[in-house]
Nanobody
Framework: QVQLVESGGGLVQAWGSLRLSCAASGLTFSSYTMGWFRQAPVKEREFVAAIRWSSSNTYYADSVKGRFTISRDNAKNTVYLQMNSLKPEDTGDYYC????????????????WGQGTQVTVSS
């Protein structure tokens, strides 16, 4: 049974930082592209970042480029999202997701999802 468990969310002031983690089990982690998505209240879920199995390829939404960094530790079956210079518009539920194969920014392409962790950025 595949499980993705996010942690690290919370309340932070604007321009602050948070580091999200996603621990995976029940899958061959190193074979999967891992992604982070977020969903703000009354908005659709949107792509944030993704990382290929080898960590050599990373992808970001334009809205987070230069502020967020995605990384992974295949030995720990964990993917991270370091979020710096947070803005109120970064507020939302953050989800980690896994897919086989190449990168995608479409949530429909991801096979497995975590339950999410809430991030609130106050102004």
């Amino acid at each position: 049974q595949v499980q993705l468990v996010e942690s690290g969310g919370g309340l932070v002031q604007a321009w602050g930082s948070l580091r999200l983690s996603c621990a995976a089990s029940g899958l061959t982690f190193s074979s999967y592209t891992m992604g982070w998505f977020r969903q703000a209240p009354v908005k659709e879920r949107e792509f944030v970042a993704a990382i290929r199995w080898s960590s050599s390829n990373t992808y970001y939404a334009d809205s987070v480029k230069g502020r967020f960094t995605i990384s992974r530790d295949n030995a720990k079956n964990t993917v991270y999202l370091q979020m710096n210079s947070l803005k109120p518009e970064d507020t939302g539920d953050y989800y980690c997701a896994a897919k086989i194969g190449v990168y995608s920014d479409s949530d429909r392409r991801y096979n497995y999802w975590g339950q999410g962790t809430q991030v609130t950025v106050s102004s």
